[in-house]
């Protein structure tokens, strides 16, 4: 067993020594680790996307260290290396789906060394890593958070494409220009800009394992993290998986931004081009925080809409100490309309009674 003091000093030296032998790209996609001196309560291991990097999980790395909690963004295999990549010469993605879970498992067993909860969470195919993490480790795994994860594609023929065609894609090349507080900034030039089209293919066949097991197996709490604006991802499916999750787990979450906050997939960072990266780092805290099931979550809700403010509400209930403190910023996103047309429906079937019952 390897002391606190020891791991902490690999970690944040000895294993960016070993990632510069592999000639990264560029600094930011190094492994990034927020340690505090001594273990923490709870500690979180957030994987980044598809052929980017840990400077993804920058900012919710950062969030989340100064709360207290120690947080490793690891870079995942294959993934940050310098070379002339290219149609003739890809770079070295993993084509088989069991060398992520292999990855996972081995950084989730490392990571609890370092908080007595572990909390995963990723962004599209790290999305789709927590969530396999959530699917084969449920009593190890405290909270897992999906943003924006990789189930399938936004559409079924580019999940066809990408399961029966073997080419070389290639990213569109310039960033979207991102305005933040009256500046304009870029998305840093990082990661790889194509792959291989089986690389994609093993996390769509981790995504669809996924899809397949949250049906019949156990599975930690978990939120997933849709955006209407997102044009990369399923967020039918992400509603699906939600549901399907929900019916073994209830402390499990879901939120699907409004098309008019223009949040795409890249959902992380202001420089990526998220405006409300706060707002998103808040309501993640909030449910990592909160010992909240979506039922109670939508009865607070539905109870705000007959103008009562948050405190009074959770007050009447008596869940003070069941909500986080970032629980008001989280509820700001719950669509209240659609709960309150609910419970309106629900109740109207329970009052009509058919004309035989008369």
């Known amino acids: 067993m390897v002391d606190y003091a020891t791991l902490k000093r690999v970690l944040e030296h000895d294993l960016k020594q070993q990632e510069a032998r592999y000639g990264l790209v ?39 260290y100064r709360a207290g909690y120690n947080v490793v963004a690891p870079l995942l295999p294959g993934h940050g290396r310098a070379g002339h990549w290219g149609k003739d010469n890809p770079p070295p993605l993993p084509t088989d789906p ?30 789709t890593l927590a969530a396999w993490l959530a699917l084969e480790k449920p009593t190890q795994v405290d909270r897992a958070v999906l943003c924006a994860p990789y189930l399938s594609a936004s559409s079924r023929v580019i999940d066809l494409f990408v399961k029966k065609v073997d080419t070389y894609f290639a990213w569109a090349a310039a960033p979207k220009q991102i305005v933040n507080s009256a500046t304009a900034v870029q998305a840093p030039p990082l990661g790889y800009s194509g792959f291989t089209t089986p690389a994609l293919r093993a996390v769509l066949e981790l995504g669809q394992l996924c899809q397949q097991r949250v049906k019949q197996a156990a599975i930690a709490p978990t939120f ?105 910023a989280m509820v700001t996103m719950v669509d209240k309309w659609a709960i309150a047309v609910k419970r309106e429906l629900d109740s109207r079937q329970r009052g009509w009674r058919s004309p035989r019952d008369r």
């Open 224 to 328: 997933t993290i849709s955006s209407e604006s997102d044009r990369a991802v399923s967020n039918f499916d992400h509603q699906h998986f939600f549901a399907a999750a929900l019916k073994h787990q209830p402390t499990s979450w879901h939120v699907l931004f409004n098309k008019v906050l223009d949040i795409p997939h890249t959902m992380m960072t202001a420089q990526e081009g998220n405006r409300y990266q706060h707002l998103l780092n808040v309501m993640i805290q909030a449910f990592v925080e909160s010992d909240l099931t979506w039922a109670e979550v939508e009865e607070i809700a539905y109870r705000m809409t007959k103008n009562r403010p948050f405190n009074a509400v959770v007050a009447d209930l008596g869940w003070q100490t069941k909500a986080s403190k970032d629980m008001p």
């Open 98 to 127: 069991e060398v992520y879970q292999t990855f996972g498992l081995q950084w989730l067993n490392l990571v609890s060394l370092l908080g007595d909860r572990v909390v995963v969470g990723g962004l599209s195919g790290g999305g």
């Open 26 to 64: 560029d600094e930011a996609l190094h492994t990034r680790v927020w340690l505090h001196p001594q273990p923490t309560d709870r500690v979180c291991l957030f994987f980044h996307g598809f052929t980017a990097g840990p400077y993804q999980m920058e900012r919710i790395g950062q969030h989340f």
